[in-house]
């Protein structure tokens, strides 16, 4: 069956940056987009920007465009987001989502403190 | 950006009962492939979002008919019937028609 699977969670000082990952399985990882959404505490979903894995084409949402870098591994099924120069307000769980939002990781928090 | 806006904000029910959720957008939600793409999504206490209904009234694998979608251009409403406790939890309609793709704030359902 189709699984994202996300890395652990993250503990990170402000000011520095942090990647995660998201792992395919069950489905050609080429053929799909890949999203990234973002949950602040108890809050509603946040669309960050997708990436093509097959070319590397990315699209985003401008709030995110210096924030969030997305890349892909073909090699592994993996998609990667890095989140540079955090803050407090980049506290969140951060979720990647296949196959048109048909397909959820378990989410990954992101907790950033001194 | 799309602004999608959900009623209500929380909904009580009880076991068995029928409800409806409201979701309007900004802007209509016509693609100009002429699809409309309004999705609705459940996500439970600590689970990530699940997607139940994609272009406004396709159930995704299954997903029980007891939940059906309707609506078109900029007006959606989602329909619970014969709600179980598996149902609880906040719900989102979100859109894929444009740029950024943009979510609702979420309607919570509770039992009464």
């Known amino acids: 069956q189709v699984k994202l699977l996300q890395s652990g969670a993250a503990l990170v000082k402000p000011g520095a940056s942090v990647k995660m990952s998201c792992k395919a399985s069950g489905y050609t990882f080429t053929d799909y987009w890949v999203s990234w959404v973002k949950q602040s505490h108890g809050k509603s979903l946040e669309w960050i920007g997708e990436?093509?894995?097959?070319?590397?084409?990315?699209n985003f949402n401008e709030k995110f465009k210096g924030k969030a870098t997305l890349t892909v591994d073909k090699s592994t099924s993996t998609a990667y987001m890095e989140l540079s120069r955090l803050t407090s307000e980049d506290s969140a769980i951060y979720y990647c989502?296949?196959?048109?939002?048909?397909?959820w990781g378990q989410g990954t928090l992101v907790t950033v403190s001194s | 950006d799309v602004v999608m806006t959900q009623t209500p904000v929380s909904l009580s029910v009880s076991l068995g009962g029928q409800v409806s959720i409201s979701c309007r957008s900004s802007q209509s939600l016509v693609h100009n492939n002429g699809n409309t793409y309004l999705s609705w999504y459940l996500q439970k206490p600590g689970q990530s979002p699940q997607l139940l209904i994609y272009?406004?009234?396709n159930r995704f694998s299954g997903i029980s008919d007891r939940f059906s979608g309707s609506g078109s251009g900029t007006d959606f409403t989602l329909k619970i019937s014969r709600v179980e406790p598996d149902d609880l939890g906040v719900y989102y309609c979100g859109q894929g028609t444009q740029y950024p793709r943009t979510f609702g704030g979420g309607t919570k359902l509770e039992l009464k």
């Open positions: 990436i093509y894995p097959n070319s590397g084409a990315t």
């Open positions: 989502s296949g196959r048109w939002f048909a397909y």
């Open positions: 272009k406004v009234s």
